[in-house]
């Protein structure tokens, strides 16, 4: 009996201690923990491209990588006969200045954006290619007086005359949908590959102009009017897209193509002594000096003052700079005579 009873005391010791090691700790019955693996458990916002750091310097607008295209300015003609024109809503900044009697002509500094073609193209004119050499960029023209395109060639700007590529549909094309002198296009690809065989620079980096985000003082100006002689310009700004719709003696200033407006996110509105030279009307314009100027942003104007900074023209107070909007420019300069005082504004 004692021996059955001895047997039993040892077998059930034998199966405590089984079940002792069979039997999982607390620690052993917790989940396991899945160690992140790379690539998983991100969230749709980290799993974002991430944003271009790059700024686009004459727009100041992220832009799709680093810009090393040179700026390419353009004579844009703008007779009555040569609107709308083609490819203006894709210029960084339009400089618009009186050329001979009260036709303006534009020029069209192209850099974070590259059109196939643009136009019609008109003349050069010194003030204007000189600018275009200020900020840096090949000017593309059609045409010039013997002693201006001397200049030209002298070294005063990298130019591409289109008397010297007239409808060679590389550099420039004639549209049959219009007469000359208001029918010659430029091509950029054209405009590239003739600048490469005239050894000029086709990359080129800029520094940055200035810019902010932050709403600037000023009162508030819901359309701006001004005359250049018989010729009149307006814009308005636009609440719904917070920029500034241009036109053109009461014509809006569209793409030929498609009707599309051209916005602006800056106006500014400068004046300068302008003086007639010639028979012919031509001008010479001071660009140098400074002056008054009006600086239109977000639906208000500021007066301020343009100075030229190197080699650009630039808004400021008290010497100070005062920063563009990030988005397009356009550049009015108006004779002194009647000047910034005869500009109009409706609230």
């Known amino acids: 009996m004692k021996c059955k009873i001895l047997i039993v005391l040892i077998f059930s010791i034998f199966l405590i201690a089984c079940s002792d090691k069979e039997e999982p700790t607390d620690q052993a019955k917790e989940e396991p923990v899945n160690l992140p693996v790379e690539d998983e458990g991100l969230g749709e916002e980290a799993k974002e491209e991430p944003k271009s750091e790059e700024i686009a310097p004459l727009t100041g607008m992220e832009a799709n990588g680093?810009?090393?295209?040179?700026?390419?300015?353009?004579?844009?003609?703008?007779?009555?006969?040569a609107r709308p024109q083609t490819s203006l809503s894709k210029a960084d900044i339009v400089f618009e200045i009186l050329a001979e009697g009260n036709i303006t002509r534009f020029m069209a500094l192209f850099h974070s954006e590259i059109p196939d073609r643009v136009g019609p193209v008109r003349s050069a004119r010194p003030y204007y290619f000189n600018l275009a050499d200020d900020y840096g960029a090949m000017y593309v023209y059609h045409g010039a007086i013997y002693f201006i395109e001397d200049m030209i060639k002298a070294g005063a700007a990298d130019g591409l005359n289109g008397m010297y590529y007239d409808n060679d549909n590389v550099l420039f094309e004639r549209?049959?949908?219009?007469?000359?002198?208001?029918?010659?296009?430029?091509?950029?690809?054209?405009?590239?590959?003739?600048?490469?065989?005239?050894?000029?620079?086709?990359?080129?980096?800029?520094?940055?102009?200035?810019f902010s985000d932050v709403e600037a003082d000023g009162n508030i100006a819901e359309e701006v009017r001004f005359s250049y002689g018989n010729y009149t310009v307006s814009y308005v700004y636009d609440k719904d897209i917070e920029q500034y719709i241009r036109y053109s003696d009461g014509e809006?200033?569209?793409?030929?193509?498609?009707?599309?407006?051209?916005?602006?996110?800056?106006?500014?509105?400068?004046?300068?002594?302008?003086?007639?030279?010639?028979?012919?009307?031509?001008r010479e314009i001071d660009l140098e000096s400074g002056g008054n100027a009006l600086l239109l942003q977000n639906g208000k104007v500021q007066n301020v003052q343009w100075e030229r900074i190197d080699g650009r023209i630039i808004p400021t107070i008290d010497g100070e700079p005062v920063?563009?909007?990030p988005g397009k420019t356009w550049m009015n300069v108006i004779p002194m005579n009647p000047g910034i005082e005869g500009v109009e504004f409706t609230n």
Not at 261 to 267: A, D, G
């Open 252 to 282: 809006q200033t569209v793409e030929y193509a498609d009707s599309s407006l051209i916005k602006i996110s800056n106006v500014l509105i400068l004046e300068a002594a302008h003086q007639v030279v010639d028979d012919v009307g031509r």
């Open 175 to 210: 549209s049959p949908d219009r007469v000359a002198p208001h029918n010659s296009y430029a091509m950029f690809d054209g405009i590239f590959q003739r600048a490469k065989e005239n050894d000029y620079k086709i990359e080129q980096t800029y520094e940055p102009m200035l």
């Open 66 to 81: 680093e810009l090393t295209n040179r700026i390419v300015a353009v004579m844009v003609n703008n007779h009555p006969y």
């Open 323 to 325: 920063p563009f909007v």
